[in-house]
Structure formats: C-alpha cells, structure tokens
C-alpha cells in the first residue's frame, strides 16, 4: 500500500462519525450562562428563567451520546435554533434550565450517571421554592438521568423531582447496522478513531446488538449485559417522578421505507472497492455487507435471526451518510442510496417492546394499553425523523407537562 494510499485510509476513519462527522463545521457560539457548574466528570450550563436571578423552577436536561466532550454550542444550537426554540420557550414561563454537558460522552453511563448525581444535588441545593425539579435528557443522556434518579431512591435520597422526561432514549436499545461496526473493525489498524466510538464503553451499553470484529459473531455485548443488571439492581426506573418519553419515531407501525437487502451504499475506487452494504435482513447468514480494499478481503458479513432494523420505525441517524461524505473527500466513488437507518426503534424510545421481534418493531403503539408500558405518558412523532429532533410537536408537549 502507497504512503498516499494509507493516509487516505486513516483519514477516512479519523473523519467519520455516528451522530455527527467528526471536524464538523462548528456551531454558533452559544449565549453566555448565567451560571457555570463544574461536576465530576462533567459541567453544566444555567440559564436562568426570564425575570429571574437565581435558579428557580428548574429544567435539568443531559446531553447524549458522541465522542469526546459536550459541545455546548452544538447542544444549544440543536434545542434553539431549529423549527421550535425550545429554550426561550422554557425560560419564558420562568423556568432555569440547566444544560449537563459530559467530559466524555462516550464514557461508562453509570460513570456519567455521577454527573447527573452530583448536579440534582445541587439543583436542589441552589433553588429557590419548592417546585419540584424536571430531569432528563436527550437520547443516552435520558438514561443517564434515568439510572442516576432510580439510584438514589434507592439509596435514600430525596432528588426532589415530579417529572422525568426522555427524549428518543434507547430503553430497550439501540441500533446501529452491523456493517458499519464491522467497518470500524477493518478500519482500525489504520487508524482506530471510528472504532473507539463505534466500539466505546457507552455505544456497547446502549446497543442492542455489537460485533467484536470484521467477522465476528454480533452479539448483546458483555458491557451491555453488565448495564442491564446494573439498571435491574435499582429498580430499573425512578419510581416518584412521573415519568414521560419521546419518540422521534412513527408508533403506527410505518417504517423508513428502507427494504431488506436494499443497498444502503457502495463504494469503488482505489481504497475500498467492492465495498457494500445491504439493509438488515431476517433469516439465517443473512449478508449485511460486503468489506474489502487494501486493508485486505472480501469480507462477508452476516446476522442470525435479525429483524429488519434498518428500516424499522423509529428515530434516525445519518450514520450511513457521514460515511459516504468521508469515502467521496477521499476520492472514492460512491453510491449512497440510505443515508439514514434507524437508530432508536420507537418501541425502544417509549419502553413498550424489546427489539428481538419483526412483529413487535411494527406493532400499533397507539393500540397498545397503558398497562404494557414502563412509562407514564409519551409522545409519538408524525415522521421518522432524525433522532431526538427538537420539534413544535415535541417542545410544545413537553412544556405543558411540566410541575407547577
């Protein structure tokens, strides 16, 4: 392999990302808080409520999954300034929000899950009135929120909180295709940056099926498996808070439009030609994709007995296209004909089905009873919109369940 060609390769794996390409174009700058916390492991941001000069009626809302720090601007610019301004919203009913942003968001959960620790205590400790507190967060940040408010309770504590809201967290999963996993495997001797997302402690927590390498058998990873019975042992959910989830996924059971075994991408060239990748399949060595270039190959990959994920109702990730955007700035020839897969099924995000099941993936969530839920009340969306979008639909219900 030429010394040009190896850094074509490295490069392609130091640029791609799952939620965002990574060097991204940054975000605006967002406002100045009125307040900074610094926490273990992490930071938050205070805004305080209109007319106010102290934390009053608080908001606590944690950041999601991606690599490295939270970029707070990013996180502001995606709550404010999309098709609903979430946070002069919240602030205009005299409402502090208090953004939770991580050292490394792609971190143990339960390490994360200090953070959120250590900033209800002081939410509480800093407020002014007794209205109890809001907490939660977007996407892995609502599991965070989730775990650190059920062990509390069950260590004794009074978090002080009436409502506990997710927003497109992956209760019973996520979904990221096995063929991109498999890809940041094949990557890695060249550079290791994608598979050290893809591959990180909190990606196999959250995940509901991970691949150990180009081949490997994809499995519940062992760190996934470790989460769940940590999240068992405090009760699974908090049980005071009234608890609420967001979906940014369909619930009538219409999915993507993605089709088993359509081609989600190709690539050709002199990197990684030959290279393809299929949406899930069901039945038994089902092909996902196809690997091969100058790292070595062809490589066939294969699932047992998947459902169809890939197209599954539910939020979505761009994950496939941030990947052909980073083959094509290398020269690759590329076909992407799904950019987006779905990443959080919308029975994942409203705890109401596991994902092992075709049929429970499309189930009618609207007929479903109350009963089989683990959350109180929820929220599902028109589209299969991008994962934890922030909406008129969502912002607006979500600010009319708030605590008095």
């Known amino acids: ?20 390409p990574v060097g991204a174009p940054a975000a605006p700058a967002a406002p100045a808080a009125d307040e900074t916390w610094e926490l273990p492991y992490g930071t938050a941001r205070v805004y305080y409520g209109e007319g106010s000069k102290a934390v009053v009626r608080p908001v606590v809302l944690a950041d999601g999954f991606n690599v490295g720090p939270t970029d707070f601007d990013w996180l502001y610019t995606q709550l404010e300034k999309g098709s609903f301004p979430f946070i002069s919203q919240l602030r205009a009913l005299g409402r502090t929000l208090i953004l939770v942003g991580f050292d490394d968001r792609s971190a143990s959960i339960l390490k994360n899950a200090d953070t959120m620790t250590a900033v209800i205590q002081r939410t509480n400790a800093e407020r002014l009135g007794d209205t109890p507190l809001v907490v939660g967060g977007f996407s892995m940040g609502g599991i965070v929120a989730r ?27 996520a979904w990221v295709p096995v063929g991109l996993q498999a890809f940041a495997h094949y990557l890695a001797p060249a550079n290791d940056a994608y598979l050290k997302l893809v591959g990180s402690t909190a990606a196999q927590q959250m995940l509901w099926r991970s691949v150990d390498g ?79 270039g100058l790292l070595g190959g062809p490589h ?13 109702p539910g939020g979505t990730l761009e994950s496939v296209g941030i990947l052909a955007d980073a083959l094509k700035a290398v020269g690759e020839n590329v076909e992407a004909g799904h950019r987006a897969t779905c990443f959080v099924p919308s029975v994942s995000a409203v705890s109401v089905r596991d994902l092992d099941q075709q049929e429970d993936l499309h189930v009618n969530i609207e007929d479903l009873s109350p009963d089989q839920f683990d959350v109180d ?16 639909p969502v912002g607006q219900w979500v600010l009319e369940r708030l605590p008095d």
């Open 1 to 20: 392999m030429a010394d040009n060609d190896t850094e074509k390769v490295a490069k392609v794996a130091a640029t791609i990302g799952l939620v965002t």
């Open 147 to 173: 775990y650190a408010l059920a062990k509390l309770e069950v260590e004794g504590v009074d978090h002080q909180t009436g409502v506990y809201v997710s927003f497109d967290s992956p209760h019973r999963g």
């Open 214 to 292: 180009v081949t490997g058998t994809p499995k519940e990873s062992p760190l996934r498996t470790e989460f769940k019975k940590a999240l068992e042992a405090v009760g699974g959910w908090p049980r005071r808070p009234r608890l609420l989830a967001v979906a940014s996924g369909r619930g009538d059971g219409q999915g993507n439009g993605i089709k088993a075994g359509a081609k989600l991408m190709s690539s050709a060239g002199q990197l990684f030609d030959g290279t393809y990748f299929l949406g899930q399949q069901q039945g038994s060595k089902a092909e996902v994709a196809m690997i091969d």
């Open 300 to 312: 066939t990959v294969t699932t047992d007995g998947f459902p169809e994920l890939d197209g599954a």
């Open 377 to 392: 009340d929820y929220l599902l969306s028109g589209n299969n919109d991008p994962h934890a979008l922030m909406t008129p």
